[in-house]
């Protein structure tokens, strides 16, 4: 997926909209047996032939009865990507109507990733936080796409006096920095 496709996500993504649904989601579940399925994560090691680390391949399906639907995330984890033009992380999601069968929808799924896990983040820190901790610093570690979407969640739910981006690299923390401030 190119950077102007994951741009193209993050305009249509609100962040507080996302956050909105996740709690709403998360809190019909708060202390409830759910009728969801969600079986364990199926996972194989790809040997790779360019380099000497191997990726990693995993299938993750769940069904919502309720919705009458049910899906996969096929995700491929490739470290030995890191540090060139080809992402770490590719992934893929298939909806299907679960009773007819008939897919749904398929979309490259790595910003939708991004959005998803940095709400639930910023829920949860919402929640374990006092309400009154506002102009406080926080630390993100890491300068990928993870640290600028947790930046863009962290920051619609708490003000901060400080956010502090710690990585192995200070171009990429430089670059972090500058997409956080374009958005």
């Not at 380099?51 to 899906?71: E, I, R």
């Not at 009773?99 to 998803?116: C, F, M």
Request: with cysteine; charged share 20%.
């Amino acid at each position: 997926m190119c950077a102007q496709q994951s741009r193209e996500y993050d305009k249509l993504i609100k962040p507080s909209e996302m956050i909105e649904t996740l709690e709403s989601s998360l809190g019909e579940l708060d202390g409830k047996i759910t009728t969801d399925i969600q079986p364990l994560r199926h996972f194989m090691e790809v040997q790779q032939d360019v380099n000497d680390t191997n990726g990693f391949f995993l299938c993750m399906t769940a069904q919502v009865p309720s919705l009458k639907c049910f899906g996969v995330k096929l995700l491929c984890l490739y470290p030995g990507n890191k540090g060139t033009s080809n992402p770490t992380h590719n992934s893929t999601m298939l909806l299907y109507d679960s009773v007819t069968s008939q897919l749904l929808t398929q979309i490259q799924s790595n910003p939708i990733t991004y959005h998803r896990t940095a709400a639930v983040s910023a829920i949860a820190f919402k929640q374990l936080t006092p309400k009154d901790a506002n102009n406080q610093v926080v630390a993100v570690i890491g300068s990928g796409s993870q640290a600028r979407s947790h930046i863009r969640y962290l920051t619609t739910v708490k003000e901060f006096k400080e956010i502090r981006v710690w990585s192995w690299s200070a171009d990429n923390v430089k670059k972090c920095i500058s997409d956080v401030q374009l958005d």
